[in-house]
Protein backbone atom coordinates (compact mmCIF):
# COMPACT_ATOMS: atom_id res chain seq x y z
CA UNK A 1 0.00 0.00 0.00
CA UNK A 2 1.06 3.48 -0.80
CA UNK A 3 2.13 5.68 1.97
CA UNK A 4 0.85 9.17 2.40
CA UNK A 5 2.58 12.22 1.26
CA UNK A 6 2.00 13.65 4.03
CA UNK A 7 0.41 12.24 7.50
CA UNK A 8 0.00 13.66 11.02
CA UNK A 9 -0.75 12.42 14.21
CA UNK A 10 -2.42 14.49 17.32
CA UNK A 11 0.26 17.24 16.09
CA UNK A 12 0.21 19.73 18.87
CA UNK A 13 2.48 23.18 19.05
CA UNK A 14 2.19 25.33 21.65
CA UNK A 15 3.80 28.83 22.15
CA UNK A 16 4.91 30.15 25.84
CA UNK A 17 3.84 34.24 25.89
CA UNK A 18 6.17 36.24 26.78
CA UNK A 19 6.13 37.65 30.82
CA UNK A 20 4.27 40.95 31.00
CA UNK A 21 7.15 43.56 33.28
CA UNK A 22 5.64 43.81 36.38
CA UNK A 23 5.85 46.93 39.27
CA UNK A 24 5.61 46.45 42.15
CA UNK A 25 2.11 44.41 42.37
CA UNK A 26 0.26 42.53 39.84
CA UNK A 27 -3.79 42.07 40.01
CA UNK A 28 -5.51 38.19 40.67
CA UNK A 29 -6.45 38.76 36.45
CA UNK A 30 -2.40 38.87 36.00
CA UNK A 31 -2.14 36.18 37.73
CA UNK A 32 -4.49 34.18 36.43
CA UNK A 33 -3.58 34.45 32.51
CA UNK A 34 -3.07 31.82 30.78
CA UNK A 35 1.33 31.60 29.98
CA UNK A 36 0.77 29.35 26.79
CA UNK A 37 -1.10 29.71 23.33
CA UNK A 38 -2.03 26.47 21.22
CA UNK A 39 -1.34 26.83 17.88
CA UNK A 40 -2.25 23.58 17.00
CA UNK A 41 -4.09 20.76 19.16
CA UNK A 42 -4.33 17.55 18.14
CA UNK A 43 -4.40 17.53 14.48
CA UNK A 44 -4.31 14.18 12.32
CA UNK A 45 -4.40 14.45 9.00
CA UNK A 46 -3.40 12.19 5.88
CA UNK A 47 -2.65 13.78 2.38
CA UNK A 48 -2.37 10.81 -0.43
CA UNK A 49 -0.15 10.83 -3.62
CA UNK A 50 -1.37 13.02 -6.11
CA UNK A 51 -3.51 14.79 -4.32
CA UNK A 52 -4.46 18.73 -3.46
CA UNK A 53 -4.89 19.16 -0.03
CA UNK A 54 -6.20 22.28 0.95
CA UNK A 55 -6.51 23.83 4.69
CA UNK A 56 -9.10 26.27 4.90
CA UNK A 57 -9.62 28.37 7.86
CA UNK A 58 -9.70 32.52 9.36
CA UNK A 59 -6.25 34.23 9.88
CA UNK A 60 -4.86 33.18 13.30
CA UNK A 61 -6.42 29.31 12.58
CA UNK A 62 -3.25 27.73 12.59
CA UNK A 63 -2.63 27.04 9.21
CA UNK A 64 1.09 28.52 8.62
CA UNK A 65 1.74 27.05 12.00
CA UNK A 66 0.90 23.14 10.72
CA UNK A 67 3.02 24.23 7.33
CA UNK A 68 6.18 25.13 9.01
CA UNK A 69 6.21 21.95 10.94
CA UNK A 70 5.42 20.03 7.73
CA UNK A 71 8.58 21.48 6.02
CA UNK A 72 10.40 21.06 8.95
CA UNK A 73 10.95 25.05 9.81
CA UNK A 74 9.31 24.59 12.93
CA UNK A 75 9.18 21.45 15.62
CA UNK A 76 5.88 20.43 17.00
CA UNK A 77 5.37 20.09 20.74
CA UNK A 78 3.16 16.87 20.72
CA UNK A 79 2.15 13.95 18.44
CA UNK A 80 4.67 13.43 14.91
CA UNK A 81 4.53 14.23 11.56
CA UNK A 82 5.81 12.20 8.50
CA UNK A 83 6.39 13.76 5.03
CA UNK A 84 6.86 11.26 2.32
CA UNK A 85 7.42 8.62 4.94
CA UNK A 86 10.03 10.62 6.56
CA UNK A 87 9.64 12.36 10.15
CA UNK A 88 9.96 15.37 10.06
CA UNK A 89 12.06 15.83 13.14
CA UNK A 90 14.61 12.91 12.85
CA UNK A 91 14.52 13.29 9.12
CA UNK A 92 14.57 17.01 8.20
CA UNK A 93 17.84 16.99 6.09
CA UNK A 94 16.28 14.09 4.07
CA UNK A 95 13.05 15.75 3.57
CA UNK A 96 13.76 18.80 2.19
CA UNK A 97 15.49 18.45 -1.47
CA UNK A 98 11.82 16.92 -1.92
CA UNK A 99 9.56 19.51 -0.66
CA UNK A 100 9.08 23.24 -1.72
CA UNK A 101 7.15 26.52 -0.28
CA UNK A 102 5.74 29.80 -1.49
CA UNK A 103 4.17 31.78 1.35
CA UNK A 104 2.05 34.66 0.49
CA UNK A 105 3.23 37.82 1.62
CA UNK A 106 6.96 36.54 2.07
CA UNK A 107 9.86 38.80 1.70
CA UNK A 108 12.51 36.96 0.11
CA UNK A 109 15.82 37.12 -2.30
CA UNK A 110 18.58 39.09 -2.20
CA UNK A 111 17.87 43.11 -2.88
CA UNK A 112 21.23 43.35 -5.37
CA UNK A 113 20.08 40.83 -7.65
CA UNK A 114 17.43 41.19 -10.23
CA UNK A 115 14.57 38.82 -10.60
CA UNK A 116 16.15 36.42 -12.85
CA UNK A 117 19.04 36.03 -10.67
CA UNK A 118 17.61 35.18 -7.44
CA UNK A 119 15.66 32.98 -9.31
CA UNK A 120 18.55 31.13 -10.74
CA UNK A 121 20.48 30.96 -7.41
CA UNK A 122 17.72 29.18 -5.72
CA UNK A 123 17.73 26.94 -8.52
CA UNK A 124 21.28 26.21 -8.35
CA UNK A 125 21.07 26.06 -4.50
CA UNK A 126 18.83 22.75 -5.13
CA UNK A 127 20.94 21.35 -7.18
CA UNK A 128 18.72 22.44 -10.61
CA UNK A 129 21.58 22.00 -13.45
CA UNK A 130 21.43 25.88 -15.07
CA UNK A 131 19.85 24.89 -19.11
CA UNK A 132 16.74 23.51 -16.88
CA UNK A 133 16.50 26.28 -14.73
CA UNK A 134 16.96 28.36 -16.99
CA UNK A 135 14.21 27.26 -19.30
CA UNK A 136 11.92 26.98 -16.15
CA UNK A 137 12.36 30.75 -15.41
CA UNK A 138 11.19 31.86 -18.14
CA UNK A 139 8.12 29.76 -18.28
CA UNK A 140 7.15 30.83 -14.86
CA UNK A 141 8.10 34.55 -15.54
CA UNK A 142 5.46 33.69 -18.39
CA UNK A 143 2.68 32.31 -16.37
CA UNK A 144 2.79 35.71 -13.70
CA UNK A 145 3.70 37.87 -16.22
CA UNK A 146 6.69 39.10 -15.11
CA UNK A 147 9.00 38.38 -18.56
CA UNK A 148 9.02 42.44 -18.44
CA UNK A 149 10.87 42.54 -14.96
CA UNK A 150 13.32 39.33 -15.23
CA UNK A 151 16.03 42.10 -15.30
CA UNK A 152 14.79 43.84 -12.51
CA UNK A 153 16.42 44.25 -8.73
CA UNK A 154 13.59 42.64 -6.71
CA UNK A 155 14.41 45.98 -4.65
CA UNK A 156 12.01 48.00 -7.08
CA UNK A 157 9.56 45.32 -7.15
CA UNK A 158 5.93 46.03 -5.93
CA UNK A 159 4.41 43.61 -3.01
CA UNK A 160 2.36 42.00 -5.83
CA UNK A 161 5.34 41.42 -7.98
CA UNK A 162 7.33 40.04 -5.37
CA UNK A 163 4.67 37.66 -4.38
CA UNK A 164 4.74 36.45 -8.18
CA UNK A 165 8.32 35.93 -7.87
CA UNK A 166 7.99 34.13 -4.51
CA UNK A 167 5.34 32.02 -6.88
CA UNK A 168 8.25 31.43 -9.61
CA UNK A 169 10.38 30.16 -6.85
CA UNK A 170 8.43 27.17 -5.27
CA UNK A 171 8.28 25.69 -9.32
CA UNK A 172 11.43 25.83 -10.56
CA UNK A 173 12.56 23.42 -8.79
CA UNK A 174 10.05 20.81 -9.42
CA UNK A 175 9.00 19.57 -5.87
CA UNK A 176 7.29 16.29 -5.04
CA UNK A 177 5.54 18.12 -2.50
CA UNK A 178 4.67 21.56 -2.98
CA UNK A 179 3.30 23.51 0.35
CA UNK A 180 1.49 26.63 -0.73
CA UNK A 181 0.49 29.43 2.03
CA UNK A 182 -1.91 32.08 0.61
CA UNK A 183 0.01 31.79 -2.97
CA UNK A 184 -2.56 34.60 -4.18
CA UNK A 185 -2.19 36.87 -0.96
CA UNK A 186 -2.76 40.53 -2.34
CA UNK A 187 -2.49 39.74 -5.82
CA UNK A 188 -5.10 40.94 -8.43
CA UNK A 189 -8.07 39.16 -9.86
CA UNK A 190 -6.63 38.50 -13.38
CA UNK A 191 -3.05 37.44 -11.16
CA UNK A 192 -4.68 35.12 -9.17
CA UNK A 193 -6.78 33.03 -11.73
CA UNK A 194 -3.77 32.74 -13.39
CA UNK A 195 -1.89 31.23 -10.83
CA UNK A 196 -5.03 28.88 -10.03
CA UNK A 197 -5.11 27.82 -13.66
CA UNK A 198 -1.51 26.65 -13.62
CA UNK A 199 -1.63 24.75 -10.56
CA UNK A 200 -4.39 22.92 -11.90
CA UNK A 201 -1.98 22.00 -14.62
CA UNK A 202 1.19 21.95 -12.69
CA UNK A 203 -0.72 18.97 -10.88
CA UNK A 204 -1.89 17.18 -13.91
CA UNK A 205 1.52 16.96 -15.64
CA UNK A 206 2.25 14.16 -13.04
CA UNK A 207 0.02 11.92 -11.40
CA UNK A 208 2.34 11.57 -8.11
CA UNK A 209 2.85 14.97 -7.37
CA UNK A 210 1.27 16.04 -3.74
CA UNK A 211 0.39 19.41 -2.81
CA UNK A 212 -0.85 21.12 0.11
CA UNK A 213 -2.78 24.55 -0.15
CA UNK A 214 -3.69 26.76 2.71
CA UNK A 215 -6.26 29.80 1.81
CA UNK A 216 -9.23 31.61 3.82
CA UNK A 217 -10.81 32.06 0.25
CA UNK A 218 -13.43 29.91 -0.31
CA UNK A 219 -13.60 30.21 -3.67
CA UNK A 220 -10.21 29.13 -4.46
CA UNK A 221 -10.75 26.10 -2.29
CA UNK A 222 -13.80 25.00 -3.78
CA UNK A 223 -12.27 25.65 -7.22
CA UNK A 224 -8.91 23.78 -6.37
CA UNK A 225 -9.56 21.27 -3.92
CA UNK A 226 -9.33 17.55 -4.12
CA UNK A 227 -10.10 17.68 -0.21
CA UNK A 228 -9.57 20.10 2.06
CA UNK A 229 -9.64 20.10 5.67
CA UNK A 230 -11.68 22.78 7.84
CA UNK A 231 -9.26 24.55 10.91
CA UNK A 232 -10.10 26.73 13.19
CA UNK A 233 -8.44 27.69 16.45
CA UNK A 234 -6.18 24.84 16.38
CA UNK A 235 -8.47 22.28 15.82
CA UNK A 236 -9.75 20.08 12.50
CA UNK A 237 -13.21 20.58 12.58
CA UNK A 238 -14.16 18.84 9.22
CA UNK A 239 -12.51 17.01 6.37
CA UNK A 240 -13.91 15.55 3.16
CA UNK A 241 -13.97 16.87 -0.44
CA UNK A 242 -15.89 20.16 -1.24
CA UNK A 243 -19.04 18.74 -2.70
CA UNK A 244 -19.49 16.26 0.54
CA UNK A 245 -18.83 19.00 3.14
CA UNK A 246 -21.50 20.99 1.19
CA UNK A 247 -24.03 18.56 1.12
CA UNK A 248 -23.31 18.02 5.12
CA UNK A 249 -25.19 21.58 5.20
CA UNK A 250 -27.72 21.93 2.83
CA UNK A 251 -29.95 18.41 3.58
CA UNK A 252 -32.64 18.98 0.91
CA UNK A 253 -32.32 20.86 -2.02
CA UNK A 254 -33.78 23.98 -2.37
CA UNK A 255 -35.53 26.07 -5.48
CA UNK A 256 -36.03 29.57 -6.25
CA UNK A 257 -38.59 31.13 -8.34
CA UNK A 258 -39.81 33.78 -9.35
CA UNK A 259 -43.52 34.21 -10.40
CA UNK A 260 -45.20 37.51 -12.21
CA UNK A 261 -47.25 39.58 -9.92
CA UNK A 262 -50.45 38.66 -8.69
CA UNK A 263 -49.74 35.11 -8.59
CA UNK A 264 -51.54 33.04 -6.27
CA UNK A 265 -50.49 29.88 -7.62
CA UNK A 266 -47.91 29.17 -4.98
CA UNK A 267 -50.32 28.63 -2.00
CA UNK A 268 -50.74 24.75 -2.69
CA UNK A 269 -46.80 24.21 -3.29
CA UNK A 270 -46.38 22.67 0.40
CA UNK A 271 -48.36 20.47 -0.34
CA UNK A 272 -47.25 18.79 -3.18
CA UNK A 273 -45.56 15.14 -3.09
CA UNK A 274 -41.88 15.18 -2.16
CA UNK A 275 -41.96 18.73 -1.10
CA UNK A 276 -40.26 19.44 2.13
CA UNK A 277 -41.57 23.38 2.42
CA UNK A 278 -42.68 25.88 1.02
CA UNK A 279 -42.07 30.21 1.62
CA UNK A 280 -43.45 33.08 -0.53
CA UNK A 281 -42.24 36.50 -0.31
CA UNK A 282 -44.22 39.36 -2.40
CA UNK A 283 -42.40 42.10 -3.61
CA UNK A 284 -43.82 45.26 -6.00
CA UNK A 285 -42.73 43.49 -8.95
CA UNK A 286 -42.72 39.53 -7.95
CA UNK A 287 -43.35 36.27 -5.74
CA UNK A 288 -40.39 35.12 -4.55
CA UNK A 289 -40.94 31.53 -3.57
CA UNK A 290 -38.80 28.96 -2.52
CA UNK A 291 -39.26 25.30 -1.97
CA UNK A 292 -37.36 22.51 -0.19
CA UNK A 293 -37.58 19.35 -1.78
CA UNK A 294 -37.34 15.49 0.00
CA UNK A 295 -36.32 14.31 -3.53
CA UNK A 296 -34.71 16.62 -6.28
CA UNK A 297 -37.65 15.41 -9.32
CA UNK A 298 -40.55 16.69 -7.61
CA UNK A 299 -39.41 19.98 -8.91
CA UNK A 300 -41.11 18.98 -11.98
CA UNK A 301 -44.71 18.75 -9.87
CA UNK A 302 -44.23 21.74 -8.49
CA UNK A 303 -43.25 23.55 -12.26
CA UNK A 304 -46.55 21.73 -13.08
CA UNK A 305 -49.02 22.50 -10.41
CA UNK A 306 -47.77 26.13 -10.77
CA UNK A 307 -48.25 26.79 -14.59
CA UNK A 308 -52.20 24.59 -14.28
CA UNK A 309 -53.03 27.45 -11.53
CA UNK A 310 -52.35 29.98 -13.75
CA UNK A 311 -48.71 30.93 -12.44
CA UNK A 312 -46.41 32.57 -15.03
CA UNK A 313 -43.17 31.58 -13.83
CA UNK A 314 -40.01 34.06 -14.53
CA UNK A 315 -37.18 32.75 -13.72
CA UNK A 316 -35.85 29.42 -11.64
CA UNK A 317 -32.57 28.27 -10.18
CA UNK A 318 -31.45 25.82 -7.96
CA UNK A 319 -29.97 27.22 -4.52
CA UNK A 320 -26.31 25.30 -4.19
CA UNK A 321 -24.73 25.32 -1.07
CA UNK A 322 -21.28 26.80 -0.19
CA UNK A 323 -18.10 26.16 1.79
CA UNK A 324 -18.90 29.77 3.77
CA UNK A 325 -22.55 27.59 4.50
CA UNK A 326 -20.22 24.89 5.84
CA UNK A 327 -17.63 27.36 7.71
CA UNK A 328 -20.80 28.88 9.68
CA UNK A 329 -21.94 25.69 10.02
CA UNK A 330 -19.45 24.45 11.96
CA UNK A 331 -17.81 27.33 13.48
CA UNK A 332 -20.69 29.60 14.00
CA UNK A 333 -19.44 32.76 12.53
CA UNK A 334 -18.13 33.64 9.02
CA UNK A 335 -14.35 33.05 7.88
CA UNK A 336 -14.14 37.02 7.96
CA UNK A 337 -15.49 37.51 10.99
CA UNK A 338 -13.01 38.36 14.52
CA UNK A 339 -13.12 36.49 17.25
CA UNK A 340 -13.67 38.73 20.06
CA UNK A 341 -12.92 36.21 22.51
Not at 103 to 112: P, R, T, V
Request: glycine share 8%; charged share 25%; proline share 5%.
Amino acid sequence: MELPSIRTEGLTRTYRKPRKRRWWFKSKSETDEPREFVALEQVSLEVHPGELFGLLGPNGAGKTTLIKILTTLLAPSAGAAWVDGLDVVADAEKIRPLINMVSGGESSGYGILNVRENLWLFARIYGVPTAVAQERIDKMLGVVGLTDKATSRISHLSTGQRQKMNFCRGFITDPKILFLDEPTLGLDVTSARAIRAFVKEWMKEKPNRTMLLTTHYMAEADELCDRLAIIDRGKVLACDTPANLKRQVQKYPIYELSLAPGASSWDGASNLPGVHSATATTTPTTVELKVSLLDEPAIGAVVQSLVMAGGRILTMKKVEPTLEDVFIELVGHGISEVSQE
